[in-house]
């Protein structure tokens, strides 16, 4: 990178000496609204691409991004991490400060780290956290971008039962769009499927080890199908069961999925088991924010 140099005190100062490439961790978030998705893509619209150029610019030559995983274009992050292999003498807190200055409105980097050159950011990632957002009845202009609106009553506690049913070790065939090469294996144990209401914003948390393609909205979809009484439990037992896709099962709208967090370190077998009791309703009230 530019300004990396330094010099060999051995020979008074004047040889310089090429600095290493170190491996960085970052973790951003992005309004997914007008992106191609996170995956680099043709028309350079993707979030990986003006991630990208902008480390283009500070580095001086290009630089390859690695993220978690991808998201489909109009998903949001709240905390999407990439890592990245650069040279860089001055810290991360100047690291930080110059690609922040390189990036669009819609994308923030919120931090980043030198790491050991064997971490990787999809490949050491031990669970992702995502959340689904519905809006109960007609949202303003600056909600609506980022939620389902759904005008029709739900019946909240059947989707609380439905998630129930569908928390834990399962095969999800039924819940993924198979648009995605590698994934013959569809069995995942789903740690985290609650809901949690505050007002008329209903917020749906999947946590897991791995996500199918389309799971976390596919899920998303079924649950509101149980609200408006087109799906029944029982209904969405066999359908999981037949491990076969099936119209019934709609993919909810991509802008109201977020990728939350993304877990690194020791796995849990069920993260979020302390924070609930499976005999009784995932639904709780939002907590407030300032």
């Not at 580095?59 to 993220?67: I, S």
């Not at 909600?143 to 759904?150: A, D, G, H, K, L």
């Not at 995942?188 to 199918?212: C, P, Q, S």
């Not at 408006?228 to 439990?233: A, K």
Request: net charge positive; hydrophobic share 40%.
């Amino acid at each position: 990178m530019r300004g990396c140099g330094c010099y060999n005190p051995a020979n008074r100062g004047l040889m310089p000496i090429p600095p290493q490439n170190q491996r960085w961790k970052c973790v951003c978030a992005y309004d997914g609204t007008g992106f191609s998705g996170w995956q680099s893509q043709a028309d350079g619209r993707a979030v990986q691409d003006v991630i990208e150029a902008a480390l283009a610019r500070v580095a001086g030559a290009p630089v390859r991004v690695h993220g978690s995983g991808r998201t489909d274009a109009g998903v949001h992050a709240r905390g999407q991490v990439f890592h990245f292999d650069a040279p860089w003498r001055h810290g991360p807190a100047k690291l930080l400060a110059a690609l922040r200055a390189g990036l669009p409105p819609a994308i923030q980097l919120r931090s980043i780290r030198a790491v050991p050159s064997d971490f990787h950011a999809r490949f050491s990632a031990t669970g992702k956290v995502y959340t689904y957002d519905l809006h109960l009845g007609d949202a303003d202009p600056f909600s609506r971008p980022q939620c389902w609106v759904i005008h029709r009553p739900l019946d909240l506690a059947a989707m609380a039962a439905a998630a129930d049913l569908l928390r834990g070790r399962h095969d999800f065939r039924s819940f993924s769009a198979r648009g995605r090469a590698g994934e013959d294996d569809t069995v995942r144990d789903l740690w985290r499927l609650d809901l949690v209401r505050r007002g008329r914003r209903v917020r749906i948390t999947a946590e897991a080890g791995g996500f199918l393609y389309k799971m976390v909205r596919s899920l998303a979809g079924a649950l509101v199908a149980v609200g408006e009484g087109r799906l029944t439990i029982g209904r969405v037992r066999e359908i999981l069961h037949s491990r076969q896709r099936t119209a019934e099962i709609q993919t909810a709208p991509p802008q109201g999925l977020f990728l939350d967090k993304v877990r690194y370190g020791k796995s849990k077998k069920d993260p979020a088991g302390a924070m609930r009791r499976r005999i009784s309703p995932s639904l709780r009230a939002l907590p407030r924010t300032g």
